[in-house]
């Protein structure tokens, strides 16, 4: 069976059948961290794909690939098009492959450019692997589109962020996501079984508490499992 290991913030490992994939890997130091990058040399070798949402730096972390690659021999890194060059392979919404679906994503790169999908630089993946599909939903707010891309698929466990949008955030040039609000109602949308809450622990100014998604979903009596999985260990869905 498929086992999912939460790295942080919106990194995880995907492993079936004796593959392995990685989304959105952070594995650098960075002075924001609130606890150290996850060990490359167990999370990071072995490796069939690096599926990255976007460009935001926790999200997309072009000093690991190379560490990855001397690991991971013949890895294949996908990106979004728009930020492809060469030795990585574009991917839009709409594309499939391999049993992963690319999906949109509403988010920015700047607040100022206003949240939609930018002609694909942000993108979401849904991974059917051992009969379950896992729906990463990089960093995204909820939208019309995002809703109309995931309403024909079916989804079982969504990994979504739920740290929300702020005024004063936005002035810090921060762009946001959805809140557990909006993750909640998503995830009871698309009919996910479970919701993982993700993008809520790194980031100094840029938190939020996972247990709120919790509460939201028994407060509104929504019919889905609130997962909060242990960084580093890994679970079956």
Do not use: C
Request: proline share 9%; aromatic share 8%.
């Amino acid at each position: 069976m498929a086992t999912l290991t939460w790295l942080g913030q919106s990194g995880f490992l995907i492993e079936s059948g004796g593959e392995r994939l990685l989304i959105d890997p952070f594995f650098s130091e960075h002075e924001g961290r609130m606890y150290p990058p996850p060990p490359i040399d167990e999370f990071g070798a072995n490796i069939d794909r690096v599926l990255v949402t976007h460009e935001h730096l926790d999200h997309f972390d072009p000093p690991s690939l190379p560490r990855i690659a001397e690991r991971s021999p013949g890895v294949e890194v996908i990106v979004p098009a728009p930020i492809a060059r060469e030795g990585l392979t574009g991917v839009r919404p709409g594309d499939r492959f391999d049993g992963i679906t690319v999906v949109p994503a509403l988010h920015a790169v700047h607040p100022s450019d206003g949240y939609a999908d930018h002609g694909g630089r942000f993108v979401g993946y849904v991974i059917e692997r051992d009969g379950v599909a896992i729906y990463h939903a990089g960093d995204s707010v909820a939208g019309d589109e995002l809703v109309a891309a995931l309403d024909p698929l079916r989804i079982d466990v969504a990994l979504l962020p739920v740290n929300g949008r702020s005024y004063f955030r936005e002035q810090q040039d921060l762009a946001g996501n959805m809140d557990v609000r909006d993750a909640v109602a998503l995830a009871t949308r698309i009919g996910a079984h479970t919701l993982v809450p993700m993008h809520w622990d790194l980031m100094k100014g840029n938190l939020e508490r996972a247990g709120a998604a919790a509460d939201e979903a028994y407060a509104t009596s929504a019919p889905v499992h609130v997962v909060t999985p242990a960084r580093g260990v890994p679970w079956t869905p």
